[in-house]
């Protein structure tokens, strides 16, 4: 009978409706309709799209069980249904190898493997239901999303869209008897949410307040209903024991005491805050430097509700719990929290605003003479909330005429008062503010008139709301930077914006709690960084030295080598160029302005063309081709699918390379006369592709064909270069390279957010050289992640607008005795951001047996080298488990390099030996 009662109480708290038995379809799963739904996307096209969410009573009760049984830990389990409509239907749901205090980018790789098998197999019996989404516990703090779980989602509805994400808190659900929960979709990137008004209210932990505030525009809550169908009441009547009747019929105040104990403690800090911010603040708010404060116009709605009424309504909620856990030991329907939908969030006011304080754009030329490289970057948002970057905010003339007044002028630090203990140069206009002291001293001054321009311009983009009062100009040589830091609080306003003049160069925010979060933008010449919200204040804002450093030149016009009709002072002046790049640090940009490789809409379409295909259902990417030891890499790699090293590396791949007309194919095939790095590529299936294409037949193969095809053309321009810059005759590193198309070939990657733990258990790419003659790199995306080592240190290499990046590889580095450097690079990520590149691999012939090009002084060098190209990079794994006996094969790497140079081992055998080393069986560790 207690378990007859237990199992009504929770489906009427629950309102779980029993349909009617002739509408038990909604089980029903039609593959083709669903197959329409998923082809036609109307999601895509609406960010509201998904009202709605159904959950059967079997899947809202195995994923309560589920979370309830992690106690503190966060679990992480996915969930099968389909579409209906606007609303998303859950059928079932199953629990995934995931827990942790918060579910990171590791544990999803783990699970993302385990859900793939599980969906494959279950499918084979006949559940032909999709995953349709995720759920995790918040134990004991409510429904929302974290920032973690935001960044989670937004690659689910990308990559395998439609998604949901569900959370439930075991702990209220416990304490309340109605299951706590909460159904989200994110915005898509750069999406503006409507600004709505308060909704209805939730207890958020003071400790999760940030976290919560920070992210909850990203993503909303969808409606939740739950429904019962026959087949449910059947196996409910089964499966609900004494073990479902404990976990759902507990009194909170025996089973929960910790959790209760908890809520009392945060509700005594909010009230310890509020006491002293209240004591702080002027009589008019919270305003800064002693000042009567106020909050904006625009903020009124969310001061409707004070401090004081949260703290109390939490209050009320923690004392109606506690009496009726007292009077009915069981489960009842006593709501703690009143929705778990709400937004809105018991957070202090600002401490200051544009109008009425201190707010610096902080100018920072870069005047020394050293610059690592120059950049271009696309305005607007930059994936941190509150942070935006707008091109060209003055023009060339401005910048040049504002430097010069700049120059005419007085600067302190460097041992000048009023900063001299400042180890750079700087200028205060409107208050002096010292380092020192960290406050404003002496008394407030006009602005000079040659900011009027700028103070315009600020006030028409509305940037601020009223002219600001301060600025600081910053000098920073190379080798200089400044350490992250939050701009005091107190002193200056809520918006900071800076201008970056004479070069560009890479700020760094690091949070203020998580120092491994950290996200890098780049800020080209003449451009303004605006920094409000969690920019502002949840980020310290830095320019390492290491990123300033920048040198002019690296983006070298290459027209004379693609053009045939350019003369010979214009390829050597080119050469010239690709000389002094290549020996001071083997990687720089090359550009093309009449090569169709380089324009904006073919780079477009490549981008498009990589992001669909990496944005193809999970299981149906494990149905493509994938790539198999031996040297030929031919199609899909998966996540962890290779690594240079024992670190798991977070991207997926494509890779593919020329396509050989049919004809010949099968003539090479008959003859045997294809080399090991000579094949077909292994493309999708018909299906697939007849989907890539999005109705233009074999548009999908063409783009990539054509964008293969190019590059290759460019890197055989650069070959002309090279040998110039050699002193050689122009054609001679090219008539070794007759056929390189056939062999070389090119990857798509796709790289995937992760938090760098500091453990260097996983990276997007880990740090080595590249084998072969040249790289060329496209990196679309504006997300920095491509770093290169150079003087004992990591240097960004962002993306460079209608640009390829190269880097020498090893066997021309050692063809040169390492005159041309091979450069130490990886792929890291910003934590927050996935990110694609397509790198082409470019190879001289397969039985190229190449002298050394250089002069007889160069010789020996390549033997100190870090090459990859003559490092063991098999996994440590296997190198224990090899019981074969290799001393004979045993050689430093001078003796490698010699065997190499002097024609006894040729290029294309050793390439098919080093590929073996990196591909990791099964795709993962």
């Known amino acids: 009978m207690d378990a007859i009662n237990a199992r009504k109480n929770f489906e009427f708290i629950n309102n779980i409706k029993s349909i009617n038995p002739e509408l038990d379809h909604i089980y029903h799963f039609d593959e083709a309709e669903q197959k329409r739904i998923l082809n036609e996307s109307p999601w895509k096209k609406d960010p509201h799209y998904f009202t709605d969410i159904k959950i059967s009573a079997v899947a809202l009760i195995k994923m309560v069980m589920h979370a309830r049984s992690g106690g503190s830990i966060e679990v992480m389990g996915m969930m099968q249904g389909k579409v209906q409509g606007?609303?998303?239907?859950?059928?079932?749901?199953?629990?995934?190898?995931?827990?942790?205090t918060e579910t990171r980018v590791n544990a999803q790789a783990e699970g993302y493997e385990y859900m793939v098998q599980y969906m494959t197999k279950i499918k084979e019996v006949g559940r032909l239901e999709n995953a349709i989404g995720w759920y995790h516990s918040h134990p004991g703090y409510g429904c929302w999303l974290s920032g973690i779980d935001v960044n989670t989602q937004m690659q689910n509805q990308q990559f395998q869209d439609p998604f949901v994400a569900v959370v439930i808190d075991p702990n209220r659900t416990i304490s309340a008897g109605k299951v706590e929960i909460g159904a989200f979709r994110t915005y898509p990137e750069g999406y503006k949410a409507p600004d709505e008004g308060p909704s209805e209210y939730q207890t958020i932990p003071l400790s999760k307040i940030e976290d919560f505030g920070v992210h909850c525009k990203q993503y909303y809550p969808l409606e939740i209903s739950h429904f019962k169908s026959t087949l449910d009441t059947q196996l409910l009547d089964q499966l609900w024991n004494k073990y479902w009747v404990n976990t759902l019929s507990q009194s909170p105040l025996l089973s929960n005491r910790e959790y209760a104990a908890r809520q009392m403690s945060d509700l005594a800090e909010k009230l310890q805050m509020t006491a002293t911010m209240a004591s702080r603040a002027g009589p008019g708010g919270f305003g800064p430097m002693g000042a009567p404060g106020h909050f904006p116009k625009d903020k009124k709605k969310k001061q409707e509700e004070s401090q004081l009424s949260k703290i109390t309504r939490d209050s009320n909620k923690i004392s109606v719990e506690a009496t009726h856990g007292l009077i009915s030991q069981v489960l009842k329907n006593v709501l703690f929290t009143a929705n778990p939908h709400q937004k809105e969030v018991s957070a202090l006011g600002p401490l200051g605003d544009a109008d009425t304080v201190l707010s610096p754009p902080s100018s920072m030329p870069q005047p020394g003479p050293t610059h690592l490289m120059q950049f271009s970057t696309m305005s607007g948002t930059t994936g941190l909330e509150g942070l935006e970057v707008l091109n060209d905010f003055v023009t060339a003339e401005e910048e040049s005429l504002l430097i010069q007044e700049l120059d005419a002028r007085d600067w302190a630090g460097k041992g000048i008062e009023p900063n001299p203990e400042m180890k750079r140069r700087h200028q205060h206009y409107g208050g002096v503010f010292s380092y020192r002291l960290r406050r404003v001293v002496g008394d407030m001054k006009q602005l000079p008139t040659m900011f009027d321009f700028l103070t315009q311009r600020l006030l028409e983009r509305r940037i601020y709301s009223s002219s600001p009062n301060s600025i600081i100009v910053n000098e920073y040589e190379a080798g200089q930077g400044i350490m992250p830091h939050v701009d005091a609080p107190k002193l200056f306003g809520s918006t900071i914006t800076a201008l970056s003049l004479l070069s560009a160069c890479v700020m760094t925010f690091q949070h203020v709690k998580d120092p491994h979060l950290v996200h890098r933008v780049l800020l080209p010449r003449r451009s303004l960084v605006v920094m409000n919200g969690a920019s502002r204040y949840v980020y310290k804002h830095g320019i390492s030295k290491d990123l300033v450093e920048y040198v002019d030149g690296l983006e070298i016009d290459i027209s004379p080598l693609l053009d045939a009709a350019s003369t010979g002072p214009e390829k050597q002046h080119v050469a010239i160029a690709l000389l002094d790049a290549f020996t001071t640090y083997g990687v720089f940009y090359i550009t093309s302005p009449t090569h169709p490789v380089f324009s904006s809409q073919k780079i477009a379409e490549i981008l498009d063309a990589t992001s669909r295909l990496f944005a193809l259902d999970a299981a149906?990417?494990?149905?493509?081709?994938?790539?198999?030891?031996?040297?030929?890499?031919?199609?899909?790699?998966?996540?962890?699918?290779?690594?240079?090293?024992?670190?798991?590396?977070?991207?997926?791949?494509?890779?593919?390379?020329?396509?050989?007309?049919?004809?010949?194919?099968?003539?090479?095939?008959?003859?045997?006369?294809?080399?090991?790095?000579?094949?077909?590529?292994?493309?999708?299936?018909?299906?697939?592709?007849?989907?890539?294409?999005?109705?233009?037949?074999?548009?999908?193969?063409?783009?990539?064909?054509?964008?293969?095809?190019?590059?290759?053309?460019?890197?055989?321009?650069?070959?002309?270069?090279?040998?110039?810059?050699?002193?050689?005759?122009?054609?001679?590193?090219?008539?070794?390279?007759?056929?390189?198309?056939?062999?070389?070939?090119?990857?798509?990657?796709?790289?995937?957010?992760?938090?760098?733990?500091?453990?260097?258990?996983?990276?997007?790419?880990?740090?080595?050289?590249?084998?072969?003659?040249?790289?060329?790199?496209?990196?679309?995306?504006?997300?920095?992640?491509?770093?290169?080592?150079?003087?004992?240190?990591?240097h960004d290499v962002p993306s460079v607008d209608n640009t390829l990046v190269v880097n020498g590889g090893d066997y021309l580095s050692l063809l040169t005795g390492g005159k041309l450097i091979s450069p130490l690079h990886r792929v890291v990520s910003n934590g927050m951001e996935e990110r694609y590149s397509m790198c082409c691999f470019y190879y001289p012939d397969y039985h190229s047996k190449i002298p050394l090009l250089v002069q007889e002084e160069f010789k020996g060098q390549a033997a100190t080298g870090n090459y990859s190209l003559l490092r063991d990079q098999r996994s440590e794994e296997e190198v224990i488990n090899d019981t074969k006996d290799h001393s004979a094969d045993a050689q430093d790497a001078r003796s490698v390099a010699s065997k190499l140079l002097n024609g006894d081992i040729n290029f294309g055998d050793y390439i098919v030996s080093k590929w073996t080393q990196v591909y990791r069986k099964g795709g993962s560790y």
């Not at 606007?86 to 942790?100: C, H, K, R, S, W």
């Not at 270069?721 to 056929?739: D, H, M, R, V, W």
Request: charged content about 20%.
């Open 620 to 794: 149906e990417k494990t149905h493509i081709p994938k790539i198999a030891p031996g040297g030929f890499t031919r199609g899909y790699v998966p996540i962890g699918g290779e690594s240079g090293s024992a670190t798991k590396e977070l991207k997926e791949g494509f890779s593919y390379g020329y396509e050989w007309p049919s004809t010949e194919l099968q003539a090479k095939l008959a003859d045997n006369s294809l080399n090991k790095l000579q094949g077909p590529n292994s493309w999708p299936s018909q299906e697939t592709l007849d989907r890539l294409d999005k109705g233009q037949q074999d548009a999908f193969k063409s783009t990539l064909q054509e964008f293969y095809l190019n590059v290759c053309q460019v890197a055989k321009g650069l070959l002309q270069g090279i040998s110039l810059a050699l002193a050689l005759p122009e054609n001679e590193l090219a008539k070794y390279c007759t056929s390189s198309e056939t062999i070389s070939f090119m990857r798509l990657f796709h790289y995937l957010p992760y938090v760098d733990q500091g453990d260097a258990a996983q990276i997007g790419s880990s740090a080595h050289t590249d084998w072969g003659f040249l790289t060329l790199i496209l990196s679309p995306c504006k997300t920095v992640g491509l770093q290169l080592f150079h003087d004992n240190s990591w």
């Open 86 to 100: 606007n609303t998303i239907i859950i059928m079932d749901a199953f629990a995934l190898p995931v827990e942790g």
